[in-house]
């Protein structure tokens, strides 16, 4: 579907945070060269306005050369703050998408959404 190519794609470096606010329904990708191994994503939302709301959202990492998507992480709660962590192995050396959506919650003035992602190598 035309509404999930990236509009503008950028740069991550694995050990790097990247940081951004989007409003609901809103992706931020970003663009990294991964080599064979173990990462782990760590995903940071939190609500701007520091009142507590449904953070919901993923993580999704994209094989730019096959086109395949892999779901890494997924939040949904109810807070002013989440994080989420996970681990995922990569068995060819490529270039990568990585697309971060934010579902947003029920309450339209809570829809902004802060997010924090890093990338690691697990050793």
Known sequence: CSSDLPVAVEPLTVGRPVTGR???????????????????????????????????????LIDADRGTFQQILA????????????????TREGQYLVR??????????????DYVLTLSAVK
Not at 75 to 90: G, H, N, P, Y
């Open 75 to 90: 939040l949904d709660v109810l807070e002013v703050k989440a994080r989420q962590m996970s681990t995922f192995d990569i």
């Open 22 to 60: 989007f409003d609901k329904d809103e992706r931020a990708y970003f663009e990294v060269r991964l080599v064979p191994g173990s990462y782990s994503a760590l995903l940071e939302f939190a609500n701007p306005n520091m009142n507590p709301n449904s953070l919901t959202g993923d993580l999704t």
């Open 100 to 113: 971060i959506t934010n579902l947003g919650g029920p309450f339209p003035e809570y829809y902004r959404t």
